[in-house]
């Protein structure tokens, strides 16, 4: 029997996708064109922020009147955990929730307690973490240990409180991101990772007073080029500040020694100092493609599944969990989505063969998930 998937543009408009009929094992370990394989999925669970970031949500574009998805868009908690549950059987053990801000989103920690439960073929647990910008960090932090999210990720990209404020544009200070770090810290949300979009020109002088405040602290830093992701934050390659360069500014103060990778799908390059105080990471997307190793889907506040950060469209899975389509049946489509996937952007960016500028509309950080 042929089989055909029909993707969805990202224009929330457009009606859903038929459902997709189930012609395959509802489960078993998938690799795609590349022979890569499924093993992440990032799930972003609201399209909302408290920040507007100058980098992903500039307030330009995201003012009061941006018209966010209704409630009665978003994939329910239910509807996470059932799709979560598929995608494991397929072989993912890991699982990151993203926004927006995730911490907005009502009764995350209701969500979080029912993926904690869930394990792999092999009888595993799952790697259960989540990114934050950290505003509301110092108050969640131990419901999110308590129900069972394994570690967390903060964003923080500059130390100078000035111009931390002026980055984020909502006028949150420093002092609450280093507070939600500590509590989180302290209640076992362990290793604590924190991630720095480094801007040329903008905020790139905070890399070494980061990298001085968190040595020895058990945080390991990462230092992200800034990413040509959506089309509302006037990327330009002169702001890119290659990772080679923030090794070096590094190294200049606190020697550092290069680390093996933990698996070949890691995203950062690890870099360990000298005298043991801890490591940092760079993430290189623009400059070092890693595409040749990912494992990651993303999933969107709407149910959307993606296949690379810099995608153009979707396929639209809610209309299959809306339309009462057996598990059978959107384990099938997850299948043959995966099984089709051939994206590799970053390894083609400013190739003949990478799509036009401005051809397509790229979807956008904020909303679904760095």
Known sequence: MSRR?????????????????????????????????LHDLRISVTDRC???????????????????LPHSALLSLEEIERLARLFVAHGVTKIRLTGGEPLLRKNIEFLIERLAKLRTPAGEPLDLTLTTNGSLLARKARALRDAGLTRVTVSLDALDDALFRRMNDADFSVADVLEGIAVAQAVGLSPLKVNMVVKRGTNDSEI?????????????????????????????????????????????HFPLVPLEAHNAAETAQRWGYADGAGEI?????????????CTRARLS???????????????????????????AAISAAIAQIWEQRADRYSQLRGSEAAPAVGEERRIEMSYIGG
């Open 281 to 293: 990471g760079v993430i290189s997307s623009v400059t070092r493609a890693f595409c040749g190793d």
């Open 50 to 68: 408290n920040f507007r970031c100058v980098y992903c949500m500039p307030r330009a574009v995201f003012d009061k009147d941006y018209p966010f």
């Open 301 to 327: 506040t709407e149910g959307k599944l993606y296949l690379c950060l810099f995608a153009t469209m979707g396929y639209d899975l809610r209309a299959l969990l809306r339309g009462e389509a057996s598990d």
């Open 5 to 37: 998937i029909i993707p969805v543009a990202d224009v929330r408009s457009l009606p859903p996708s038929p459902a997709v009929e189930a012609v395959r094992s509802p489960s078993g370990e998938l690799f795609d064109t590349l022979a890569r394989p």
């Open 208 to 252: 070494v007073p980061l990298a001085r405040h968190f040595r020895g602290s058990g945080v390991t830093l990462r230092f992200i080029e800034y990413m040509d992701v959506g089309t509302s934050n006037g990327w330009n390659m002169t702001e890119v500040l290659p990772s080679a360069d923030v090794v070096a500014r590094i190294a200049e």
